[in-house]
């Protein structure tokens, strides 16, 4: 069973669109991160949201904690082909961390 | 600031044979240490994790074990490596009890053959 669902599991769009990436869980967590990872290499931490509703910004990326600390969404404004990898959600009950099934984004210049 | 180490890059082994992949961290005390293996493109499978020296505890039974020989290394180790052993391994990182963050090696990319 997987704790944490990410949708879609493949996105390739064209330089310049939009597109938003969805982590979802039936449980709550106290926290969800954000990771980027690019081939052959460790995820990089994006973000960090704790508050239910928070809204944090980073340059074209917004990400956003659900009301009820279930769900997460990763939005992306006017995508760049530096966008291109694997994004992760991931969250912590206790000691271990539990990872999102992963998107992984094209952006096509 | 603190960063995270780990060796080797790429390996290549046969079938059967032992594997030891390492992990070192640098600028901070008694972390939690993981070790993951991921698929290609895929999330994350923990397998195994530790809160202390000599302190593991193993997520998925596999051939696998890991070690904590001292606070800031962290050891994976197989005796008889499988087929379905390859793929990529990642160690990493977070503070105590209660941290919100983890932070990922450079990973470890595992063919055998």
């Known amino acids: 069973t997987q704790l944490l669902e990410q949708s879609p599991q493949f996105l390739s769009i064209q330089e310049g669109e939009n597109l938003t990436v969805y982590c979802n869980s039936s449980?709550?967590?106290?926290?969800l991160q954000w990771y980027r990872q690019e081939p052959g290499e460790g995820p990089v931490l994006l973000v960090t949201?704790?508050?239910?509703?928070e809204v944090k910004k980073l340059k074209r990326l917004t990400f956003q904690f659900g009301d009820a600390r279930k769900d997460s969404s990763l939005h992306i404004t006017a995508a760049q082909p530096g966008d291109t990898g694997l994004y992760l959600c991931a969250g912590a009950p206790g000691n271990q961390f539990y990872f999102g099934t992963g998107t992984s984004l094209t952006v096509i210049p | 600031s603190q960063t995270i180490h780990q060796w080797p890059a790429t390996l290549v082994q046969p079938v059967g044979s032992p594997l030891s992949l390492e992990c070192t961290v640098e600028?901070?005390?008694?972390?939690?240490l993981y070790w993951y293996r991921q698929a290609a493109g895929r999330g994350l499978q923990l397998l195994f994790y530790?809160?202390?020296?000599?302190?593991i505890s193993s997520e998925v039974p596999q051939n696998l074990s890991a070690s904590r020989p001292q606070d800031r290394q962290f050891i994976l180790s197989s005796k008889k490596l499988l087929l379905s052993d390859s793929g990529f391994y990642l160690c990493?990182?977070?503070?105590?009890?209660?941290?919100?963050?983890?932070?990922f090696g450079p990973g470890t990319r595992l063919t055998v053959t």
């Open positions: 600028g901070t005390s008694n972390p939690n």
């Open positions: 949201v704790v508050t239910g509703g």
């Open positions: 990493a990182w977070s503070e105590g009890t209660g941290a919100n963050e983890q932070y």
């Open positions: 449980s709550v967590f106290s926290s």
């Open positions: 530790s809160i202390g020296i000599g302190q």
